[in-house]
């Protein structure tokens, strides 16, 4: 292991203790800690730490994995902006959590930080970094999502002022579900393939947005854990959680590098949720919340 892929290694391995940890506290509740390998022999190779917290006080189902594999050819997904790297062997490292709250009035929210190392035929290795976090409401607040924004922004701006709205305008187009031509949620910020400021600046930026992580969401999460909800609120929950699976499914382009490379799928499939439904050409009720979320917040706008 080379130095950078070992300092990148420690960072992220204690992201996700910090995370989970402050998660535990929060929800009362613990993590299961499920250490894996993958058995020699396979396409894939590496290891990982799971991380899974289920039937918590606040959080039905929150993941958050570490894993670190390497393998003899970088996936199609990896190399769609990159065609000069196709079939090199590569080295991939990364945190990746969705968490998925029991109360409809709490959003989902998912972050992921993350580098990639490729070896091409001429020798010479390329890192790239990537990442971000976005927020899913089922209930729309204002006032979480400019918090949410806001937060994101302060973490990027060291970074050049052009960081935040350039990643907040690919978060926009990245988590769009195509199909339904539906923003997930309401967005954050997303960048991939990024090594404009070399290895360094870089990373540093990387540990910036998953350093802000827990300022962007738990004081959400405080505000909005105690606000009463009934049948109605959960099963409209349950309906826009189906929103999350298609996406994860369909289009997203970590899902589909875990599988396509021989990933361990009980850790890649982490993110969907415990519970879920789906309804036939459902309609809200004009002028309702659930109707407004789709007005005001399922769309692509400047928070801040």
């Known amino acids: ?16 203790d910090r995370i989970t940890s402050t998660i535990a506290v929060v929800d009362g ?15 894939l190779q590496g290891h990982g730490i799971t991380q899974i917290l289920e039937n918590g006080a606040v959080f039905e189902r929150a993941g958050c994995g570490f894993s670190h594999v390497t393998g ?33 009035f709490v959003p989902t929210v998912h972050m992921n930080v993350r580098m990639i190392a490729a070896t091409p035929a001429s020798g010479k290795t390329v890192c790239w970094f990537g990442g971000g976090m976005d927020l899913t ?3 729309g ?31 926009d187009e990245y988590f769009f579900l195509k199909h339904r031509d539906e923003q997930r949620g309401i967005g954050g910020v997303f960048f991939d393939d990024f090594s404009e400021l070399g290895f360094e600046g ?5 540990r910036s947005v998953g350093d802000a992580f827990l300022d962007a969401y738990l004081p959400i999460v405080d505000r909005c854990r105690v606000i009463e ?17 298609e996406f994860n499914l369909v289009w997203d ?5 875990g599988l396509q490379s021989g990933g361990r799928s009980e850790s890649i499939l982490l993110s969907m949720p415990p519970m879920v439904s789906w309804s036939y050409q459902r309609t809200e009720e004009p002028g309702s919340e659930e109707a407004r979320l789709y007005s005001d917040f399922l769309v692509r706008k400047d928070w801040i």
Request: charged share 25%; proline share 10%; net charge positive.
């Open 1 to 16: 292991m080379t130095q950078p892929t070992r300092r990148v290694r420690d960072y992220l391995t204690g992201l996700q």
């Open 29 to 43: 509740g613990s993590f299961v800690v499920d250490h894996w390998k993958k058995p020699k022999g396979e396409r």
């Open 72 to 104: 003899p050819s970088l996936p199609p997904s990896a190399t769609q902006h990159r065609p000069e790297l196709s079939g090199a062997p590569f080295e991939a490292l990364g945190v990746s959590l969705v968490f998925h709250p029991r109360n409809p």
């Open 137 to 139: 409401p089922y209930y």
């Open 141 to 171: 607040f204002e006032e979480d999502a400019v918090h949410f924004h806001r937060t994101c922004r302060t973490a990027l701006d060291p970074f050049g002022v052009d960081k935040y709205p350039r990643f907040k305008k690919w978060c």
């Open 202 to 206: 870089s990373f540093s930026m990387m």
């Open 229 to 245: 909800y009934g049948e109605r609120e959960r099963a409209f929950q349950l309906y826009r959680r189906g929103r999350y699976v």
């Open 253 to 257: 382009r970590g899902t589909h590098f």
